[in-house]
C-alpha cells in the first residue's frame, strides 16, 4: 500500500509539472531508475521548449530537438550515447547535440522506503555557434507498477538533479532541475517515455519512443 500511495503521489506532480511547466532545453529528458531491457534498447525522442534567459549556458531561444539514442548494459551499470538536431526559431541558430549517460542502481525499497532509486550522470555539448557544454547528475527515485491482468507497466519517478555548465570554455555555474516522468512498457519490445522538466535546469517536456531487448 505505501509503494502504491508513493507511486501516485509522483504520478499527481508529474501531471501538475506538464500542465504548468514552459519547455525548454539541454534536454528535458529524463531517466527512470530501472533498466528497460536485458541486452541493449534503440529510440528516438523528441523535447519542446520556449527559450528563458538568465540561465547562462542553459537559456537560449525556442527550439525543438530530435534525437536517437542507444544503451547498452554493463553488470550494475547502463551507459549511453545521444545526439540529434536543436533547431531553433532562427535556422541560422541550429546546432548540433552529442551526449552519453550511465545510470546505476544504489537504493532497493523495503517496507520503510517504498522507492527504488538510480544514479543518473553524464555529459553533453551543444555545437552550433559556439560550444556549449553540460554535466548534469541526478538521483531518479520510483517504483514500478503492473497494471492487473496486463502486461502493461508502469514507472512513475522524480529526478532532482544538477547541473554544472559552461559556454565558450568558460565556468558559467550550477543549476538545480527537477524532472518528473513515466516509462511505459506496452509490449515485451516497445516502452513509450514521457518526461517534464522544471526548475532551473532543462525546462520542458520529452517523449520518447524505445525499442528493448
Known amino acids: 500500500m505505501r509503494h502504491r500511495i508513493a507511486a501516485i503521489t509522483v504520478s499527481l506532480a508529474m501531471s501538475a509539472a506538464a500542465s504548468s511547466a514552459a519547455a ?23 523535447s519542446f521548449r520556449s527559450g528563458r534567459p538568465g540561465l547562462g549556458a542553459l537559456g537560449g531561444a525556442d527550439a525543438t530537438v530530435l534525437e536517437g539514442q542507444y544503451r547498452f548494459g554493463y553488470k550494475t551499470f547502463d551507459v549511453g550515447g545521444r545526439g ?10 541550429n546546432s ?29 555539448l551543444d555545437i552550433g555557434g559556439g560550444t556549449r557544454f553540460i554535466a548534469p547528475i541526478g ?22 538533479t544538477g ?15 527537477v524532472g518528473f516522468g513515466a516509462d511505459f512498457r506496452l509490449s515485451s ?13 532543462p525546462e520542458g517536456v520529452s517523449i520518447s519512443a524505445v525499442w528493448v531487448r
Open 139 to 160: 538521483l531518479s527515485l520510483g517504483r514500478r507498477l503492473t497494471l492487473e491482468d496486463s502486461n502493461i507497466s508502469i514507472i512513475p519517478y522524480v529526478q532532482p
Open 189 to 201: 519490445l516497445f516502452d513509450a517515455r514521457i518526461s517534464v522538466g522544471v526548475g532551473h535546469g
Open 96 to 124: 548540433v547535440i552529442i551526449g552519453v549517460e550511465a545510470r546505476t542502481r544504489v537504493i532497493t525499497h523495503t517496507e520503510q522506503f517504498p522507492l527504488d532509486g538510480a544514479v543518473i550522470f553524464g555529459a553533453g
Open 163 to 177: 547541473y554544472l555548465v559552461s559556454s565558450s570554455g568558460g565556468i558559467t555555474g550550477f543549476e538545480i532541475g
Open 24 to 46: 525548454q532545453i539541454f534536454t528535458p529528458s529524463f531517466n527512470a531508475p530501472y533498466r528497460a531491457f536485458a541486452q541493449h534498447e534503440f529510440g528516438g525522442t523528441i
Open 84 to 93: 540529434g538536431l536543436l533547431l531553433r526559431d532562427d535556422p541560422g541558430k
